[in-house]
């Protein structure tokens, strides 16, 4: 279907071949002096103008919006018709004093001249080959050049005896100033439309370029993705599955040490009994470390199909800062890591879990990644809205990494952090619940010297009651 730009462009195309082509005739018009003085009549001169440039708009878009054979062949006969048009309009226009005639084998020549050739010119130009221009543009020239020419040798002037003397110079020079004007915008146009086009295709080149770039780093991410996932997914299963095997042969195991006739004794039993104990936990721990991989992808998953739903209540930072520190008792004492927490005394409107995924999160990366021996968890309220701090004293993270480090699956290469195990999902699962509270996540780090992240949150819009500040409180 044609859009609105190919009109356009067909329209463009028909005015300039039409100026192009009534330049050839005047140029050639100028040229010719017979034997008897001359005036144009300008009027009917600028009629045969308009003549050229409308044939030609018209010509162009039947043959190039319609496309199919016969509509070529219309637009060609129309096209060649005005180009007839304009030129023998230009040579009523001609008015020499002296006595005209016309030779009418060269007058029918010169239409079927024109015609021909037009409609070729039109054949040409819908190929879109390499080169059809130019063999459009090589037609149209011999159309106009072989209409003048077979044209002028159809007119005829005999010398009535008044001298030649080009009385009216003016006339002449305005023409050819006319036609030196409008064939120089010509070459403007066609030069400004040609670095138009190169730029605009440039850009829509360089447009491709980026989006074919973006896809092939999105795609990369996610075999990346792919292939450290299975090896997450493998490393707690091949532990569940092994210490499985352990459990179902450790009776036929203790058994077949025995000596023959040795009684089962209690100190059999409680060795069993401690190896069933360690090895249910490692399965446990195991199981649930796959859990926790599980729920990331389930969650991010979900978070990036925008299927996210937020609970929103009110509830006590302080409390919420508590909880975090209790969940991480353990392992910080094991690693002796410090997590002091500090609370400005207030109650905001949010979805707690969702506050407490995130911080579980930060708090989870810092004892993980940071090397830290002190971890600070602060809630403070900030302008319109309240802001959660996770500060650590550990080693920091490269300026190059901070703004990738939020991405889905991206993890800093380096051997200590694969050890740590994750998915690289973890930030990028905060920075979406951040946002999906209209607030954002933010991180200032400083090689050797520690990794603040810093979450925003603006006052939620469903205010909540005093009674259930209140109470949160
Ligand atoms: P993961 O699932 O691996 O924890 P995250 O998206 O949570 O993924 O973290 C991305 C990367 O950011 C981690 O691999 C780690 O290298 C780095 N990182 C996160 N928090 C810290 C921190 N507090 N100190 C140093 N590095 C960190």
Redesign the pocket.
Known sequence: RPNNQAIVWYGMTGITAGIAIWCTHFIAILAYQPSAPVRFDLSLTFDSLVMAILGAILGIMIAGMIKTRIAIVIGGTLFGLAVVAMHYTGMVAYRVQGAVSWDNTYLVASAVIAIVLATTALCFGMRMTKGSGLKMTAALTLAIVGLHFTGMAAYNVASIGIDPDYSNPQEYALLALVIAGTAGMIVMGGLFTYFIEKRTRMESIEELRQARDAAESASRAKSEFMSVLSHELRTPLTIVIGYASFLSKLKSNTTSKLKPGEPITEAHFNSLGDQTELYGQRVKSAGGHLLTIIN?ILDYTSIELNDIKLSKAAFSTRDLLLEVAEQFQGLSGEKSITLSTESDDMAVMADRARCLQILI??V???L???K?DHIYLRARAQGTGFRFE?E?N????DKK?LTR??QAF???E?AD?RS???????????KKLSIAHGGDITVE?IVGTG?K?TVFFPFSLDAPTSKQLAQAA
């Open positions: 990331d999160n930060l989870g990366n810092a993980k990644f940071s830290a996770v650590d550990g080693r920091g993270i990494d480090i939020f991206t993890q800093i380096n952090n740590e195990g994750g998915t690289g999902l973890g930030l990028a699962i905060c780090s990794t992240f």
